[in-house]
């Protein structure tokens, strides 16, 4: 029997949007049947599937929950890995943006940075949206690879943007 993927754990189609609420509502219903407190009395044996089912449904959740290993995991079970670790080849016109936000990011102007940080929000936005076009409307792989290396540096570069702004 084939292992259930992380959308059909949780009774929803594969596809990058994604209703939250229903995926949260379903990882609560699926942790309630399986959470291993709830097995504290029962054989070992049983206690260790729940607990293997707990993982599972965790592990399930987070990738569905963050965009970028959600549209990562479409694009493999497509047949299109992103090769994020093998490939770091990007368009020219990107790299060059990647190199203007750092260096506003790092010239100590506290304006440079904000602006920099908006504008990477604002970039970030348009690739989601090109994803759900590219992969749920059009299943356009080649073009979901691209769109999710370049969600993948985004979200990077606001992680480490926020966290020079503290």
């Not at 949260?24 to 054989?43: G, S």
């Not at 044996?45 to 965009?67: C, D, G, H, M």
């Amino acid at each position: 029997m084939a292992q259930m993927s992380p959308f059909q754990l949780f009774g929803m189609k594969p596809a990058f949007m994604i209703d939250e609420a229903k995926l949260e509502a379903a990882y609560q219903a699926a942790m309630m049947k399986v959470h291993p407190d709830r097995f504290a009395d029962r054989p070992a044996a049983e206690r260790r599937v729940a607990e293997q089912w707990s993982t599972r449904i965790n592990e399930a959740f987070k990738l569905l929950k963050n965009p970028v290993k959600r549209a990562a995991w479409l694009c493999e079970n497509a047949g299109r890995p992103i090769e994020a670790e093998t490939n770091t080849r990007m368009p020219a016109d990107f790299l060059m943006t990647q190199i203007m936000w750092r260096e506003a990011l790092e010239s100590g102007d506290a304006g440079a940075a904000d602006a920099v940080r908006a504008e990477a929000g604002g970039v970030r936005v348009d690739v989601v949206r090109g994803l759900a076009e590219a992969i749920d409307e059009k299943a356009d792989w080649a073009a979901a690879v691209d769109l999710t290396r370049r969600l993948m540096f985004i979200d990077r570069f606001l992680e480490e943007a926020a966290r020079d702004s503290k």
